[in-house]
């Protein structure tokens, strides 16, 4: 096969190995949070996405270090991605106000909870 090909196959794996690994991250928190035994999920998860993570940088890289660089590209830009479609809806309208230039309402937290402020005193 073609070396560009191989390259382009190597980054597209690299794609679905971050994609599967930081996806799998995703899920672990949101299940972990409600889970009874948290430290089980975690851990299991952990051992998991990184042993498929792993396994496909080995199996992809076949002792080529240009495939385990692409592949590793790949596995950044899923990182990047994945982060990007599980932001919080708060997170993402704090992110648009600061691009702005202006502050997000002082009336709630980075979780959203409300916070009881007071406005300063004037003497």
């Known amino acids: 096969m073609n070396e560009t090909l191989l390259l382009v196959l190597a980054g597209s794996a690299g794609l679905l190995i971050g994609a599967l690994f930081f996806g799998g991250l995703f899920w672990t928190v949101r299940e972990g949070l409600l889970s009874k035994r948290p430290t089980l999920l975690f851990v299991g998860s952990l051992l998991f996405r990184s042993a498929v993570a ?17 592949c590793l590209i790949g596995f950044v ?28 309402p002082p009336e709630y937290t980075h979780s959203g909870e409300q916070e009881a402020r007071r406005a300063p005193q004037p003497r």
């Open 54 to 70: 792993l396994g496909g940088f080995y199996v992809v890289g076949r002792g080529r270090w240009e495939r385990l660089v692409m």
């Open 77 to 104: 830009v899923a990182r990047a991605v994945v982060t990007r479609l599980t932001r919080a809806p708060y997170e993402e309208g704090a992110r648009r106000a600061v691009r702005r230039r202006r502050a997000p």
